[in-house]
Each structure stands twice: as structure tokens, then as C-alpha cells.
């Protein structure tokens, strides 16, 4: 299925054609193949075309869609913005800094038509890497600079980062790297504690031997499990299929305004402004929200999206009700 997304057209196009082979079928045959593989906004460019079901008609189809996903520039923009809004990853994540080499690899695949071995274009990158690996990137990049008189290309970088991610791979560096992120506790002596001054009011003194709680990542992002954004901007989580982020709102209990716990949308009190629109749902949801699958418009499309969530999160809440009451 086609929805619009410029970096899938090739493979889809090309998965399309050799999956069927239209070349002896009757119009209408190809016109209800062509429908039933493209949707979304793919499908609104052609869906004047698709009213007309004759063989102009369809060549007129394929030729829209080729100038509209096929075009170099338009993939070449679909991959710098992929990068532009690529989260930053953390340190020990090694799936997700293979996932960032799988995308560099894809663009450097395009030739000089996106050029990212610049010293500029580098600087953009290395602050999506962690900043340990980032600082030793920094480092070699210098020494190979002095060496050949130029800064290393961007087949030199993915190299560096490829190395790093089997480092972050490997089971010894991920035991490093856990045992570095327990919590500490701290121990005292009692032989070294001070006394208690007895001038001190007992509300002092209770606050004094009140441990203190452990700070909670209340702003992590729960889907991809970092610490530098809230689960309402993830860019990873935005890139979901429908099925699939409902699926995991709704296993996390999250209001869909905020993609905060403990409350429904309805309930809301702070919902989510879009950063990418302006409207009210999270960043995150964007292309959910952005996708409709009819021609009303994407206002419309939000809100009824949003009702249609509020519907799933009370049912799930009733039947909750009704599981506790009947225990």
C-alpha cells in the first residue's frame, strides 16, 4: 500500500509491477489493481483520474504519481528532512544508532545528488549521536584532516559509526554500560553521622530522615525510552502506522491529547499543540492526524480522529470498571 511517502514509491512501484502483470488486462482490471494499492494523499492525486477509468486516464495516473513521489528532488528533500527531524540517540542505544547508519547509507546510496561529506552538512549529523561517541568522532576526524589535507566523507563516517555500533553491540559493553547506569545509594557510617540538634523543630528533623526519592524521568519519552523529549514530540513514534501507535497508546493507558498517563482525553486539562500544524493533538500523532482517508478536511479529519479515540479510551475504561466491580 502506497500513502504518499516519497522514499517508499520506488520499491513500492517496482513490488507493484512485478507482483502484477497488467500488460494483456482490460482497463477496469488495472484501475481496481491501482486502487487497491494506493491510499492517502497518493490517492487524492489521482482520484480525478480514477473517476474517468479510462486507459488515458490511467497512463495520466502513473505519470502524476512518477512527477509526484518519483522526482529526485522530492526524495532527496523526503531524506533531508528525515535527518533534519532524526531524535537524538543515546548512549548504549544500539538499535538506534544502527537505524541512523541504515538512513545514511540509504542517502549516501543517492551519489552527489545529496552531498553530506562537508564539514557543515557533518556538523548537523554528529549531534544526533551520543555525545561520547560524537566526541570521539571529533578527534579522528581532526587527525584525518591533518593526514590528507581534506575532511573525511560521509562513507568514512558511517564506517566510524558502524564500529561503534558493534561496541554497543557487544554483550561486554552492554554489561558496562548497565553496571554505569544503577542507581547510586549513598552509605554513611554512623561512627561519622553529626547529632541530631535538639533545637530543631521535629518537622526539621522528619525532613532531615525522610529518604530522599529517587528523581523519576517524568519527562522521558515512553515509546522510545529517551530522556531529551517527552513521548508527545517523538519523532519515531510520528513515523508509526495508525494501527500500530494506537496499539501502543492504548497498552500504555495515554491520554491521546497529551500522551500523558493516569487520564483520558476527554479529561484533559493540557492538551498537546502540534509543533509541525498548530493544532491540538501531539507532535508525534502529526501524520496520524494528517493522513485522512477521505476527502474532508484535515480540521475535520482531527476532530473526528479525536472522537473516535475518545470513543476506544471509554469503552476500554468501562470495561475496566466493569472487570474491577465484578472481582
Given at each position: 500500500?502506497?500513502?504518499?511517502?516519497?522514499?517508499?514509491?520506488?520499491?513500492?512501484?517496482?513490488?507493484?509491477?512485478?507482483?502484477?502483470?497488467?500488460?494483456?488486462?482490460?482497463?477496469?482490471?488495472?484501475?481496481?489493481?491501482?486502487?487497491?494499492?494506493?491510499?492517502?494523499?497518493?490517492?487524492?492525486?489521482?482520484?480525478?483520474?480514477?473517476?474517468?477509468?479510462?486507459?488515458?486516464?490511467?497512463?495520466?495516473?502513473?505519470?502524476?504519481?512518477?512527477?509526484?513521489?518519483?522526482?529526485?528532488?522530492?526524495?532527496?528533500?523526503?531524506?533531508?528532512?528525515?535527518?533534519?527531524?532524526?531524535?537524538?540517540?543515546?548512549?548504549?542505544?544500539?538499535?538506534?544508532?544502527?537505524?541512523?547508519?541504515?538512513?545514511?547509507?540509504?542517502?549516501?546510496?543517492?551519489?552527489?545528488?545529496?552531498?553530506?561529506?562537508?564539514?557543515?552538512?557533518?556538523?548537523?549529523?554528529?549531534?544526533?549521536?551520543?555525545?561520547?561517541i560524537g566526541e570521539k568522532w571529533a578527534d579522528e576526524s581532526t587527525r584525518l584532516e591533518r593526514e590528507t589535507g581534506r575532511f573525511p566523507p560521509l562513507k568514512t563516517f558511517v564506517k566510524f559509526l558502524s564500529h561503534h555500533c558493534d561496541i554497543a553491540q557487544n554483550s561486554l559493553s552492554r554489561a558496562l554500560h548497565e553496571s554505569n547506569t544503577q542507581p547510586k545509594t549513598k552509605t554513611q557510617d554512623i561512627s561519622t553521622r553529626k547529632p541530631v540538634n535538639p533545637k530543631r523543630t521535629f518537622a526539621t528533623q522528619q525532613n532531615d530522615i525522610t529518604p530522599q526519592q529517587p528523581e523519576s524521568h517524568i519527562h522521558a519519552c515512553l515509546f522510545c525510552k529517551m530522556d531529551n523529549h517527552k513521548t508527545a514530540v517523538c519523532g519515531k513514534l510520528n513515523f508509526l502506522p495508525f494501527s500500530e501507535a494506537h496499539e501502543f497508546i492504548r497498552g500504555k493507558r495515554l491520554c491521546y491529547a497529551c500522551l500523558d498517563a493516569n487520564h483520558i482525553a476527554k479529561d484533559c486539562a493540557s492538551p498537546a499543540v502540534c509543533n509541525t500544524c498548530k493544532e491540538k493533538h501531539p507532535t508525534s500523532l502529526h501524520k496520524m492526524h494528517k493522513s485522512p482517508r477521505n476527502p474532508a478536511s484535515s480540521n475535520d479529519s482531527s476532530k473526528q480522529?479525536?472522537?473516535?479515540?475518545?470513543?476506544l479510551e471509554n469503552t476500554e475504561t468501562q470495561s475496566s470498571q466493569r472487570n474491577t466491580s465484578d472481582k
Open positions: 500500500m502506497f500513502s504518499g511517502d516519497p522514499l517508499e514509491y520506488q520499491d513500492w512501484k517496482v513490488a507493484f509491477n512485478e507482483s502484477f502483470n497488467l500488460s494483456k488486462s482490460s482497463t477496469g482490471q488495472k484501475w481496481l489493481k491501482l486502487r487497491q494499492f494506493v491510499d492517502g494523499r497518493a490517492y487524492k492525486a489521482i482520484q480525478g483520474f480514477y473517476r474517468q477509468r479510462t486507459e488515458t486516464s490511467y497512463n495520466a495516473a502513473w505519470a502524476k504519481l512518477d512527477d509526484r513521489y518519483g522526482k529526485g528532488e522530492k526524495v532527496h528533500e523526503a531524506y533531508l528532512d528525515k535527518l533534519k527531524n532524526w531524535p537524538k540517540i543515546n548512549q548504549g542505544d544500539a538499535e538506534a544508532l544502527e537505524d541512523f547508519i541504515d538512513l545514511l547509507e540509504s542517502v549516501d546510496g543517492l551519489g552527489a545528488d545529496i552531498d553530506l561529506n562537508s564539514k557543515a552538512a557533518n556538523k548537523k549529523l554528529i549531534v544526533k549521536i551520543p555525545y561520547q480522529l479525536m472522537m473516535k479515540l475518545d470513543s
